[in-house]
C-alpha cells in the first residue's frame, strides 16, 4: 500500500481506519474522499498521527470524474470503500439514498479503478477492498450455526438490501475483469466517533442527559458486537494479505441481547458517573422496527485461520473504554448533536413509537 483512497474516511469507522492507517503503514498516503453528510464530520480526523500524509476531499462517491481524477492525480494503487449509508431505520424512512450511494457509488469507484488500473501497468499490485455487512444475510434463530462466507444472501431492509448488491457488483467485477477485490462482511461496530444515532452512543447520550434509552419491541434482538479497533486491523489485514476475489467474516465473538447490552452501559455510567438515580430507570419499551432482524453471528472461521486475525476487545472492555470516550470527549460530542437536523431525525424516528 503506497497511495491509498479511502472513501467515507470522515465517517465513524472510516475515520477510525485512518487513524489506524498512518500508523500502521509509515510511507502510506492517503486521499480520503467523504461528502460529509450527517455521520461525516471533520471533528473525527483532528490530531491524525501524521496529518502530512492525509489528503481530504469533500465529494461524492457518484461523481465518476471526481473519482477518476483523484484516482489519475494521486496514483492510486489501493481503494478501501466504506462509503455509504448505513443506518437501517434511516432506510426505511427513505430508501433512495441508500440506493443511490451504496449501490451507484460502489458501481462509479469500480468502474474508475478498472479503468485506471488497466491502463496503468495492469492489476498486478493493486487492492480494491470492500467493506460490507453481516445484515446482507439476513436473521439467525436463536439455535442457527453463526453466519459463514458460504451463507446465502437474505436481506430484510433497503439497507441490507443496498449494501447485498453492492457486494455481487464487487465480486462481478473480480470473475468478470480480473479486477483485484476483496470483501469483508462485518457485525455491529462499536467505539470512539460513532455518531449518535446507532444504539452505543444514543443510549450513553440520552443516559447522560436524563432523557428516555428507548428500548425496540422486547429487547431480545441479538448482535455481534465488534470494537471499531479491531475491525480496523481485520481490514487492513484482509487488504493486504488477503485472497483476491475473497470473502471474509468479521466479527466480535459475542452476543448479547440488546437489553443487556443497554443495562451494562447503564451499569458503567452508575459506576462513572454517579446520579440520585440509577440510569437503568430511563430505559423505556417502545414500538419495534418493521422488519427487524433477531439474531446476527459471525463465523470468524476462516479470518482467523487465512490471517490469524481474532478480536483483541472483549464486550466488556471494549464497552466500558466506549463509554469513557465518550465522558472525555465532550467537545466532539456537542459538536455531532448540534449537527443540522440531527434532533428533527431523532423527533421523526421515535415520535411515533410508544
Given at each position: 500500500?503506497?497511495?491509498?483512497?479511502?472513501?467515507g474516511g470522515?465517517g465513524?469507522?472510516g475515520a477510525n481506519?485512518v487513524?489506524?492507517?498512518?500508523?500502521?503503514?509509515?510511507?502510506?498516503k492517503?486521499v480520503?474522499l467523504d461528502?460529509?453528510?450527517?455521520a461525516?464530520?471533520?471533528?473525527?480526523?483532528?490530531?491524525l498521527?501524521d496529518?502530512t500524509?492525509?489528503t481530504?476531499?469533500?465529494?461524492?462517491?457518484?461523481?465518476a470524474e471526481?473519482v477518476?481524477?483523484l484516482?489519475?492525480?494521486?496514483?492510486i494503487?489501493?481503494?478501501?470503500?466504506?462509503?455509504?449509508?448505513?443506518h437501517?431505520?434511516?432506510?426505511?424512512?427513505?430508501?433512495a439514498?441508500f440506493v443511490q450511494?451504496?449501490?451507484m457509488?460502489?458501481f462509479t469507484?469500480?468502474e474508475?479503478?478498472?479503468?485506471?488500473?488497466?491502463?496503468?501497468?495492469g492489476?498486478?499490485g493493486r487492492r480494491?477492498h470492500?467493506v460490507?455487512?453481516?445484515e446482507v444475510?439476513g436473521?439467525?434463530?436463536?439455535?442457527?450455526?453463526a453466519?459463514?462466507?458460504a451463507?446465502p444472501?437474505?436481506?430484510?431492509?433497503?439497507?441490507s438490501?443496498s449494501?447485498?448488491a453492492?457486494?455481487h457488483?464487487?465480486?462481478?467485477y473480480?470473475?468478470?475483469?480480473?479486477?483485484?477485490?476483496t470483501?469483508?462482511?462485518?457485525?455491529n461496530?462499536?467505539g470512539?466517533?460513532?455518531?449518535?444515532?446507532?444504539?452505543i452512543?444514543?443510549?450513553?447520550?440520552n443516559?447522560?442527559?436524563?432523557?428516555?434509552?428507548?428500548?425496540?419491541g422486547?429487547?431480545k434482538?441479538i448482535?455481534d458486537?465488534?470494537y471499531?479497533?479491531?475491525?480496523?486491523?481485520a481490514i487492513?489485514?484482509?487488504?493486504?494479505?488477503?485472497q483476491s476475489?475473497?470473502?471474509y467474516?468479521?466479527?466480535?465473538g459475542n452476543q448479547?441481547?440488546?437489553?443487556?447490552?443497554v443495562?451494562e452501559?447503564?451499569?458503567?455510567?452508575?459506576?462513572?458517573l454517579?446520579?440520585?438515580?440509577?440510569y437503568?430507570?430511563?430505559?423505556?419499551?417502545?414500538t419495534?422496527?418493521p422488519?427487524?432482524?433477531?439474531?446476527?453471528?459471525m463465523?470468524?472461521?476462516?479470518?482467523?485461520?487465512e490471517l490469524?486475525?481474532?478480536?483483541?476487545?472483549?464486550?466488556?472492555?471494549?464497552l466500558?473504554?466506549?463509554?469513557?470516550w465518550?465522558?472525555?470527549?465532550?467537545d466532539?460530542?456537542?459538536?455531532?448533536?448540534?449537527?443540522?437536523?440531527?434532533?428533527d431525525?431523532?423527533d421523526?424516528?421515535?415520535?411515533?413509537?410508544?
Amino acid at each position: 500500500m503506497k497511495n491509498i483512497l479511502v472513501t467515507g474516511g470522515a465517517g465513524f469507522i472510516g475515520a477510525n481506519f485512518v487513524h489506524f492507517l498512518l500508523q500502521a503503514e509509515p510511507q502510506a498516503k492517503i486521499v480520503n474522499l467523504d461528502l460529509l453528510t450527517y455521520a461525516g464530520s471533520l471533528e473525527n480526523l483532528k490530531d491524525l498521527p501524521d496529518p502530512t500524509r492525509h489528503t481530504f476531499v469533500q465529494g461524492d462517491i457518484c461523481d465518476a470524474e471526481l473519482v477518476n481524477r483523484l484516482l489519475r492525480e494521486h496514483q492510486i494503487d489501493t481503494v478501501i470503500h466504506f462509503a455509504a449509508e448505513s443506518h437501517v431505520d434511516r432506510s426505511i424512512l427513505g430508501p433512495a439514498p441508500f440506493v443511490q450511494t451504496n449501490v451507484m457509488g460502489t458501481f462509479t469507484l469500480l468502474e474508475a479503478a478498472k479503468t485506471f488500473w488497466a491502463g496503468s501497468g495492469g492489476m498486478a499490485g493493486r487492492r480494491f477492498h470492500h467493506v460490507s455487512t453481516d445484515e446482507v444475510f439476513g436473521s439467525l434463530s436463536p439455535k442457527d450455526p453463526a453466519f459463514s462466507e458460504a451463507t446465502p444472501y437474505d436481506p430484510r431492509s433497503p439497507y441490507s438490501a443496498s449494501k447485498a448488491a453492492s457486494d455481487h457488483l464487487v465480486r462481478a467485477y473480480f470473475h468478470t475483469y480480473g479486477l483485484p477485490v476483496t470483501i469483508t462482511n462485518c457485525s455491529n461496530n462499536y467505539g470512539p466517533y460513532q455518531f449518535p444515532e446507532k444504539l452505543i452512543p444514543l443510549m450513553v447520550l440520552n443516559a447522560l442527559r436524563g432523557k428516555s434509552l428507548p428500548i425496540y419491541g422486547d429487547g431480545k434482538q441479538i448482535r455481534d458486537w465488534l470494537y471499531v479497533e479491531d475491525h480496523c486491523e481485520a481490514i487492513y489485514r484482509v487488504a493486504k494479505d488477503g485472497q483476491s476475489g475473497e470473502t471474509y467474516n468479521v466479527g466480535g465473538g459475542n452476543q448479547p441481547y440488546n437489553i443487556d447490552l443497554v443495562t451494562e452501559i447503564c451499569s458503567i455510567l452508575d459506576e462513572l458517573l454517579p446520579k440520585p438515580a440509577p440510569y437503568a430507570a430511563l430505559m423505556t419499551h417502545v414500538t419495534d422496527r418493521p422488519g427487524h432482524d433477531r439474531r446476527y453471528a459471525m463465523d470468524i472461521t476462516k479470518i482467523r485461520r487465512e490471517l490469524g486475525w481474532t478480536p483483541r476487545h472483549d464486550i466488556e472492555s471494549g464497552l466500558r473504554a466506549t463509554v469513557k470516550w465518550y465522558l472525555e470527549n465532550t467537545d466532539w460530542v456537542q459538536a455531532m448533536l448540534e449537527q443540522d437536523g440531527y434532533g428533527d431525525w431523532l423527533d421523526k424516528n421515535y415520535k411515533n413509537r410508544s
